[in-house]
């Protein structure tokens, strides 16, 4: 029942990542890095550094060959912002800059188009 379990997300994961027929390396080695590094804080910068790839560069490329923004991936992949919003005291500014977004704004849409709430409404409603 595990192996089964474990295929079945392994192959979600995988199927969520295709956008043609194949994901590019860079696609697998970034969702790669989220899924071994869950328990810490997972940064563009820090996926970067362990890619040997400049920030700039990951994040244009990240963009190019999936559509979507590095940021924007890692938070739907990591769930860290419902973490420090339900388990810090962290405004929503420092953990939307913390987490490498340009503003709050930007976080706030990102989070409510991932969970469905707004950071604020999240946050009420797990504390």
């Not at 328990?39 to 890619?51: G, M, P, R, V, Y």
């Not at 244009?60 to 590095?70: A, M, P």
């Not at 409510?112 to 707004?118: A, E, I, L």
Request: glycine share 4%; hydrophobic share 30%.
């Amino acid at each position: 029942n595990l192996q089964y379990r474990m295929i079945l997300d392994y192959t979600a994961r995988v199927e969520r990542l295709h956008l043609g027929k194949h994901p590019t390396k860079l696609t697998v080695d970034v969702a790669n890095y989220i899924q071994h590094h869950m328990s810490e804080l997972i940064t563009a910068e820090k996926i970067a550094e362990e890619l040997f790839l400049s920030r700039p560069y990951l994040s244009r490329k990240f963009k190019e060959e999936t559509g979507e923004s590095l940021t924007d991936f890692i938070l739907k992949e990591s769930g860290e912002a419902k973490r420090l919003l339900r388990y810090s005291d962290k405004s929503l500014t420092a953990i939307g800059s913390y987490l490498g977004f340009s503003s709050a704004s930007h976080f706030s849409r990102v989070f409510k188009t991932y969970v469905g709430s707004t950071p604020s409404e999240y946050r009420e409603k797990h504390q």
